[in-house]
Antibody, heavy 125, light 107 residues
Framework: QVQLVQSGAEVKKPGASVKVSCKASGYTFTSYGINWVRQAPGQGLEWMGWISPYNGNTNYAQTVQGRVTMTTDTSTSTAYMELRSLRSDDTAVYYC??????????????????WGQGTTVTVSS | DIQMTQSPSSLSASVGDRVTFTCRASQSISSYLNWYQQKVGRAPKLLIYAASSLQSGVPSRFSGSGSGTDFTLTISSLQPEDFATYYCQQSYSTPYTFGQGTKLEIK
């Protein structure tokens, strides 16, 4: 079955970096984009960015632009999200999600149809 | 950036009730609107895409409508497993913003 399995929880100090992995299985990895979404404790969902495993194209949210790098390894069907210069407000659960493209009434629509289980990143001194 | 505003922020209802959530976009997004359900400690789950298309495997008591700037998610008859937080998300343009969520609680 289609699934995304993320790496385990991380605890980091302010100023450090974290790299979260998201391993895909059950589908052709290069056929769909991967989004990264985070959720701070007790808060809503925040879209961080998107990467195309097909060509490596990325699009990052302004809130993390300059501190985030999203990459993929097509040989292992794994996506990565690295966040640098960590701050306490980066404490959150980080999710990867497949960006599925569908055709509805002759138009293309995109949605996150499969999600990873989430990776808790705690930033604390 | 397109702002997504959901109302209400929270809602109390009983099993069997019909409930409606509202999501408003700060500009027209045509039908590029998705709805997700999230239970505590779990990843979000896709319910509705393209404003009104039901994701495979999602019960038919869930339905979505709207286009342009105003959208609704309706649950026709609440079941115990439906108590969760619901988010809308626009897929019209980056950043693909989410609404702040509506928490559905048991009355």
């Amino acid at each position: 079955q289609v699934q995304l399995v993320q790496s385990g929880a991380e605890v980091k100090k302010p100023g450090a970096s974290v790299k979260v992995s998201c391993k895909a299985s059950g589908y052709t990895f290069t056929s769909y984009g991967i989004n990264w979404v985070r959720q701070a404790p007790g808060q809503g969902l925040e879209w961080m960015g998107w990467i195309s495993p097909y060509n490596g194209n990325t699009n990052y949210a302004q809130t993390v632009q300059g501190r985030v790098t999203m990459t993929t390894d097509t040989s292992t069907s794994t996506a990565y999200m690295e966040l640098r210069s960590l701050r306490s407000d980066d404490t959150a659960v980080y999710y990867c999600a497949r960006w599925f493209r569908d055709v509805v009434t002759a138009n293309y629509y995109y949605y996150m149809d499969v999600w990873g289980q989430g990776t808790t990143v705690t930033v604390s001194s | 950036d397109i702002q997504m505003t959901q109302s209400p922020s929270s809602l109390s209802a009983s099993v069997g009730d019909r409930v409606t959530f509202t999501c408003r976009a700060s500009q027209s997004i045509s039908s590029y609107l998705n709805w997700y359900q999230q239970k505590v400690g779990r990843a979000p789950k896709l319910l509705i895409y393209a404003a009104s298309s039901l994701q495979s495997g999602v019960p038919s008591r869930f339905s979505g409508s709207g286009s342009g700037t105003d959208f609704t998610l309706t649950i026709s008859s609440l079941q115990p497993e439906d108590f969760a937080t619901y988010y809308c998300q626009q897929s019209y343009s980056t950043p693909y913003t989410f609404g702040q969520g509506t928490k559905l609680e048991i009355k």
